[in-house]
């Protein structure tokens, strides 16, 4: 009831604006004024403990400023970014757009972050003790062939202070950052991060799993290809996955040819079958969380029954409110 009376004022602004002041609301811990409650749903996923399997999806909070104010919404675990090495700002101005006939969203945002080093103030800042994940990139003037090192100097950062780490090598925001989920590349960057992970848990002594998050758009072989590759590096889990290039399902609507990655409603059955495809190739060795068009706890079930352990939300969120943590968190099995 609450969401759906702000909802009609935040969708009266552009989506950026509406963005910033969501974000502006969060870090005055407005989340503390919504009534809903969330159950106890425990899992135990890649050695951690989630209180339950809802996450927030990366990008809506990039710079770690709103984590307190998210964590009073009851998400089992958060994850802020992503976050580059060196700040920059994002691609110009609009880069943000809603499909509200289709509850579809289009992002260019270009990874727009106050970089790693502010990231690490502001985790230090909040009071969360929960599951917090962190998501890496590159910087989009870093070479795609000198990408691992951008991966690299986020990973030292930050290991001390997440949970588990997330590498993006999927939006379609970044010039050529897709081409580091295949082949060589993704070797070069799989090999370079576990084995720092593996010194760094040492160092730290405590265990941050390492979890890669990829396209929908991957053809099924190169889904086969990838996973094959994730479990022969020993990687502790995937993310299905980022927003996708394609326009199916929103032709003709207003905003539906801006550049950029489409999510919401419109991506359900691309992440799907991304996910349903993923999962059998891994075939249980390595956790999915399913990401991508979940607009309701029957989506989150679906998700559910085609391999994932864990979703996360962001433009179901946006459309639906915080209410959906709970509904999906009640409905899943």
């Known amino acids: 009831?609450?969401?759906s009376l702000a909802r009609p004022?935040?969708?009266s602004l552009s989506a950026e604006h509406s963005h910033e002041l969501t974000l502006a609301m969060l870090r005055k811990r407005a989340g503390k004024l919504w009534p809903g409650a969330v159950p106890h749903r425990p899992r135990q996923v890649m050695g951690i403990e989630f209180p339950n399997p809802v996450g927030l999806a990366a990008g809506l909070d990039k710079n770690g400023d709103c984590i307190d104010g998210l964590a009073d919404l009851g998400f089992g675990f958060i994850e802020v970014g992503t976050i580059t090495p060196r700040p920059q700002p994002g691609n110009p101005k609009p880069r943000l757009f809603r499909v509200p006939e289709a509850g579809g969203i289009i992002n260019r945002?270009?990874?727009n972050n106050l970089g790693v080093d502010y990231l690490v103030g502001a985790v230090k800042n909040s009071r969360y003790k929960g599951v917090l994940g962190i998501n890496i990139g590159k910087n989009k003037d870093t070479p795609v062939e000198d990408a691992v090192q951008?991966?690299?100097a986020c990973q030292q950062k930050v290991h001390a202070y997440a949970t588990y780490l997330v590498v993006n090598v999927s939006s379609p925001n970044t010039p050529g950052l897709r081409e580091l989920q295949h082949g060589e590349a993704l070797d070069k960057l799989l090999g370079t991060l576990r084995e720092a992970q593996t010194r760094l848990d040492q160092q730290h002594r405590r265990r941050v799993p390492l979890v890669i998050k990829i396209a929908p758009d991957n053809t099924e072989e190169e889904l086969h290809a990838m996973a094959e590759a994730f479990v022969a590096h020993g990687i502790d889990g995937v993310c299905v996955g980022n927003t996708t290039l394609s326009r199916e399902g929103v032709q003709g609507l207003a905003n539906a040819e801006e550049q950029g990655g489409l999510s919401g409603a419109p991506l359900t059955p691309i992440a799907n079958q991304a996910l349903a495809t993923m999962s059998a190739a891994l075939r249980g060795r390595i956790p999915i969380i399913g990401v991508g068009g979940i607009n309701s706890a029957a989506d989150a079930q679906e998700k559910q029954r085609l391999g994932a352990e864990l979703v996360q939300i962001?433009?179901?969120?946006?459309?639906?409110?915080?209410g959906l943590i709970g509904e999906i968190a009640k409905g899943w099995k």
């Open 1 to 3: 009831m609450l969401y």
């Open 9 to 11: 004022l935040l969708f």
């Open 109 to 111: 945002m270009g990874f």
């Open 150 to 152: 951008d991966y690299l």
């Open 314 to 322: 962001y433009s179901g969120l946006i459309y639906q409110g915080p």
